[in-house]
């Protein structure tokens, strides 16, 4: 449960502008010298691995997937202390730095993040070539913290195949400054996805005295094409059932198409608006609307909800504190005291605004919804089968409490969603880069397993309040702690899959995690399971 909300106050400064329309319901936006990140003790002096403490000399490393770094003993270099683009917080430069050379695979746009993989409260650069950065330099891309609600860095850059970059890790420097350690760091091209939120609202906002609010979140990418066949909303965020449009209101879930691809959705064209009724507001569950007819789209295009409320009432359902932030993604839009216009979003009072551009008491609202299509596009590029679902397809769930057909998760949590197990990497017995992700879990510890076999034959066994699914010959690969509901394994210098698992051989492996959930739910256990995930290993 988050902590008790408040109102937000609007800066003087936003007097007559579409944002003075706004006002918020929330947990307090994360304060540097009040809610540290938790630290890893500092190891004793030793060699360091992860990255080189000296820029002229940086560590090598190749292709896409986690990448450990250390910079516990690191000293603070004189190159990219003065980089222009790197100031936040109102300080500048990248303290105990060590850096990494690295050379893109091929051309697109990249994601370097190490949100859920370290509990270092990191700041991260990244520079052109593999020259020093001299002194006023300018980074490709350089950030300290993710959200207002996150210590994690997130980079975002576009690369072209063959090109060189220079990569410095390294901590905070804002007061207190963070305490270096280990963790990873990840590098993955962005590709298309249904879904960005990690399950957990951090903040809600409405029009401030009241009208209709609508949501929206961009979706797809050019040259793709996407069928959509159901919306998913909450509506409000987590404690504030009390301040969200009560159950029943009548409310609408959309689908704009993006005609020029350009991302914004002023331009949007209204393909189709879906009556419906709001569902258990303020508390984080979704509301799946299936649409009459599905949608099949061209390209970029955005999904959408909106609500009539009354005067602060905080409606949108705000992620600032997951891992699938992307600048951009999340809008919104509003008709103060009155009807929003679907068919030209311009035409509405507060016209359509990246919530990344709105200021609310001097907080940017960096964030990504809790608003997901059900459609045929996937996430970033993973191996494996998933198997042994919560949806009801395999062995019931113990409760009955299945999560969404086509979610590819095991069965619901306590927080409303099931727990996701996904991999990225080369499944290679002599070129092993397998990372294995679990996601949308409460902040606890998480068993990551291996099987020979998929229980009672892919359809699993009733463990807890989810299902067993990777069996056979077991063997565990770690537990870790989940941090804004996502793991991954391995992390830091932790062994490699194919070894920890003992695969010496090529063929198949079934995977799982185990993880808790304390939180009176469905059964006494006090523990869920993810879905399965069959792996097959080449030489």
């Known amino acids: 449960m988050k902590s008790s909300m408040f109102l937000l106050s609007i800066p003087a400064l936003l007097a007559g502008s579409a944002q003075a329309q706004f006002s918020s319901s929330h947990t307090a936006p994360q304060n540097r010298s009040r809610i540290p990140r938790p630290l890893i003790a500092n190891p004793p002096p030793a060699p360091l691995v992860g990255g080189s403490d000296s820029c002229m000399t940086p560590d090598v490393i190749t292709g896409t997937g986690a990448f450990a770094f250390d910079n516990s003993i690191a000293t603070t270099g004189t190159e ?119 399950g957990s609202t951090e903040q809600s906002i409405g029009l401030t005295n009241g009208g209709e609010t609508g949501w929206m979140q961009r979706l797809g990418s050019i040259g793709a094409t996407t069928t959509v066949t159901a919306i998913s909303t909450a509506w409000g965020n987590l404690g504030g059932a009390g301040q969200a449009p009560p159950a029943g209101s009548p409310a609408t879930v959309e689908v704009w198409n993006d005609p020029n691809n350009d991302g914004n ?108 299509a059900t459609c045929n596009s996937g996430g970033p590029v993973t191996i494996g089968t998933p198997f042994c679902l919560g949806d009801g397809s395999a062995t019931g769930c113990p409760c009955a409490n299945n999560s969404a057909v086509g979610s590819n998760t095991g069965c619901l949590n306590s927080l409303g969603n099931g727990g996701k197990l996904e991999a990225m990497g080369t499944p290679s017995i002599a070129n092993d880069t397998v990372v294995l992700q679990g996601s949308l879990m409460p902040n606890s510890s998480a068993l990551y397993f291996q099987g020979t076999t998929q229980q009672n034959g892919g359809l699993g066994s009733t463990f807890g309040d989810g299902l067993r699914c990777a069996g056979g010959a077991v063997t565990r690969l770690g537990t870790q702690t989940n941090v804004a509901g996502s793991s991954v394994y391995p992390a830091g210098a932790q062994l490699h899959v194919s070894v920890k698992g003992t695969v010496t051989s090529p063929g198949v492996r079934t995977y799982q995690a185990w993880y808790r959930n304390a939180a009176v739910f469905c059964t006494p256990s006090t523990f869920n399971l993810t879905n399965g995930l069959q792996i097959t290993w080449t030489p």
């Open 80 to 198: 990219g202390q003065t980089t222009v683009n790197c100031i936040q917080f109102n300080m500048i430069g990248i303290p105990n730095d060590v850096w990494f050379t690295w050379t893109a695979p091929q051309t697109g746009r990249v994601l370097l993040a190490d949100c859920g993989l370290t509990t270092v409260d990191t700041k991260i650069a990244v520079y052109p070539g593999t020259t020093c950065p001299a002194s006023g330099s300018t980074a490709t891309a350089c950030n300290d913290d993710m959200t207002a609600f996150s210590l994690a860095s997130q980079l975002f850059f576009n690369v072209t195949a063959g090109q060189q970059f220079l990569i410095q890790v390294g901590i905070s420097p804002a007061p207190p400054p963070a305490t270096p350690g280990v963790g990873t760091f990840s590098i993955d091209y962005l590709s298309d996805t249904c879904m960005y939120d990690d």
């Open 265 to 372: 959705p002023s331009d949007a064209v209204l393909i189709t608006a879906q009556a419906t009724t709001v569902q258990n507001p303020g508390t984080d569950m979704l509301q799946t609307v299936t649409l009459t007819t599905p949608v099949t789209l061209s390209g970029v295009f955005f999904i959408g909800a909106s609500v009539a409320h009354a005067a602060n009432q905080f409606v949108t359902p705000m992620d600032e504190n997951g891992c699938g932030y992307r600048p951009g993604v999340a809008w919104i839009v509003g008709a103060p005291g009155g009807v929003l216009d679907l068919n030209t979003l311009t035409n509405n009072g507060v016209p359509p605004l990246a919530f990344d551009n709105l200021v609310l008491g001097g907080v940017p609202q960096n964030c990504v919804l809790l608003l997901q």
